[in-house]
């Protein structure tokens, strides 16, 4: 028997939010669960969970808010706003993305102050931080994992993509150069080329075949 075809989000599968409010509050229960990897968490809530957005209208607003100054999900979550509700949804993703933390955070910073004389409880806190971080980190790269695949599709092709990618994690990890000069300049020239191609083929397309 032939394999069961894997299911795909498209654009006639998905959903939208039903108001601001469910709006606020399905940004809330995302970022409570972002301890370190909000981008693997948005990833799933948005795409495989609530079904709001496809793979790739999510990497190309991913895309969008790392260009921009700010934080990445704090971007993303006014990208994904206005695309529902206008300007009033990106203010409320963005409330419902940093209110329940920051209260979260003022609690946490109150409880650290007073039992900051405790060496039992600084060595707890320690241990548990260290055990975030390393699942923050298998989120991330379970996150570029899933990212990766509508690459396939990109008019670049797919091992154009891989290299570029591989020589950004280059310049920065290994070069160590600022994040906004790889993004003007390999940002740009990748720019560049996906619009030549995407125009080129879209002539070819006008013209039609010999």
Known sequence: MPDAPTPVVNELALD???????????????????????IAVAQRE????????????????????????G????????????????WRGALVALAGMIAAPMALML???????????????????????????AVAAGQIVGTVLKLAAPIQN???????CAALAALAFGMMAVLHWPLIWVLLGLGSLTCM???????RKATHATKGPA
């Open 154 to 160: 990109h008019v670049l092709g797919w091992p154009t």
């Open 16 to 38: 939208r939010p039903r108001s601001l409010w469910h709006l606020f509050v399905a940004f809330s229960i995302l970022a409570l669960q972002g301890f370190g990897g909000v």
């Open 71 to 86: 934080p990445n999900v704090c971007n993303l979550s006014l990208m994904i706003g206005d695309r529902f509700f206008g």
């Open 193 to 199: 080329g996906t619009y030549w191609l995407l125009r």
């Open 107 to 133: 609690l946490l910073a109150w409880l650290l102050g007073e039992a900051s004389h405790v060496a039992q409880v600084q060595g707890l806190i320690k241990g548990a931080l260290g055990g975030i971080a």
């Open 46 to 69: 948005l795409c495989e969970r609530r079904r709001w957005l496809s793979p790739q209208d999510f990497v190309e607003m991913l895309s969008g808010a790392q260009v921009l100054p």
